[in-house]
């Protein structure tokens, strides 16, 4: 059963801007925090952002801080990363996450989010 399907990832320019989508096509999600990771080739999968629905609040990466936004339309059970000042670095697939989550430091942490989408590829050139 897919419960997550992300969307929006392509190829872009370094300082460019992508929007990602992440949808939850399961309802039991709704309540869930919801996170977004992301792997580059040869490298462990690292967190990126993350909201928590039982506060509102978002929790970033600091190498994405100022340049990431994730946001939530809990109405369309839709969380979104907004992407911009894109870097080569930034390049990986990014996987949509969701677990029954509200402490902050578990939401960096994979082993607590039990709901993981396919992923969708950014890739940035220089």
């Known amino acids: 059963q897919v419960r997550l399907v992300e969307s929006g990832g392509g190829l872009v320019q370094a300082g460019g801007s992508l929007r990602l989508s992440c949808l939850a096509s399961d309802p039991t999600l709704s309540t869930y925090a919801m996170a977004w990771f992301r792997q580059a080739p040869g490298k462990e999968r690292e967190f990126v952002a993350a909201h928590s629905w039982s506060s509102g609040s978002a929790y970033y990466a600091d190498f994405v801080k100022g340049r990431f936004t994730i946001s939530r339309d809990s109405a369309k059970n839709t969380v979104f990363l907004q992407m911009k000042s894109l870097k080569p670095e930034d390049t990986a697939v990014y996987y949509c996450?969701?677990?029954?989550?509200?402490?902050?430091?578990?939401?960096?942490?994979?082993?607590?989010?039990?709901?993981w989408g396919q992923g969708t590829l950014v890739t940035v050139s220089s």
């Open positions: 996450t969701a677990g029954d989550v509200s402490v902050p430091s578990w939401l960096r942490d994979p082993r607590y989010l039990e709901a």
